[in-house]
């Protein structure tokens, strides 16, 4: 999905993986590279019931999606490190 980028200098939006919930307080939508990870290990489909939890981020590699090379940190030629949340997902039987 596309969402706004809050960060000065960039592209209006950035593409994300997201997950739409109906709950029972309506629709929510969450997003972040680590939660397709975390619906994949547990094998969920579409239409199955879940229980999502963020529980935090840690430091991963920054590669550019387009080419994918490594960030490179212009002043040091470091690669960049970008923060994913890490999720827990359970399915609900």
């Excluded at 997201?18 to 709950?23: H, I, N, P, R, S």
């Excluded at 489909?45 to 920054?62: F, M, N, T, Y």
């Excluded at 949340?85 to 359970?90: A, G, L, R």
């Amino acid at each position: 999905m596309e969402f706004p980028n809050r960060k000065p200098g960039g592209k209006a939006t950035y593409t994300s993986f997201a997950v739409k919930l109906d709950t029972h307080a309506g629709e929510r939508t969450l997003q972040g590279e680590g939660l397709k990870d975390a619906l994949a290990d547990a094998a969920c489909k579409i239409g199955d019931r879940v229980g999502i939890k963020r529980l935090h981020k840690e430091k991963v590699p920054a590669f550019n999606h387009a080419t994918g090379r490594p960030v490179l940190d212009p002043e040091t030629g470091e690669q960049k490190l970008w923060d994913r949340w890490v999720w827990q997902v359970n399915r609900i039987h």
